[in-house]
């Protein structure tokens, strides 16, 4: 059975920063892509961040470039993502996912989500 779990998430105010963790479990985790994802109330969920199995590749969308950073620890089985400079419009539910294929930040290619954990950035 597949478990993605994050944890990590809170409130902050703008200007902090948080940093995101997912654990997972009942996949070769160092053979999957993965990504992070985002979905602030009445918005559609959004691509934030991939990165390819070895770690060496990593994508994100325009709105965090320069400010969240996605790594992982193929020995921990565990995914990351760093948020700096955190916004009010970061506001949302994050949540990881893993991908059997190369990296992407298009939700819909992806095989196994976990079940978010809310960032609140008050401004």
């Known amino acids: 059975q597949v478990q993605l779990v994050e944890s990590g998430g809170g409130s902050v105010q703008a200007g902090g920063s948080l940093r995101l963790s997912c654990a997972a479990s009942?996949?070769?985790?160092?053979?999957?892509?993965m990504g992070w994802f985002r979905q602030a109330p009445g918005k559609e969920r959004e691509g934030v961040a991939t990165i390819s199995p070895g770690g060496g590749i990593t994508d994100y969308a325009d709105s965090v470039k320069g400010r969240f950073t996605i790594s992982r620890d193929n020995a921990k089985n565990t995914l990351y993502l760093q948020m700096t400079s955190l916004k009010f419009e970061d506001t949302a539910v994050y949540y990881c996912?893993?991908?059997?294929?190369?990296?992407?930040?298009?939700?819909?290619?992806?095989?196994?989500w976990g079940q978010g954990t809310q960032v609140t950035v008050s401004s």
């Open positions: 009942g996949i070769a985790f160092s053979y999957w892509s």
């Open positions: 996912a893993a991908r059997g294929g190369g990296y992407s930040l298009i939700s819909a290619t992806y095989n196994y």
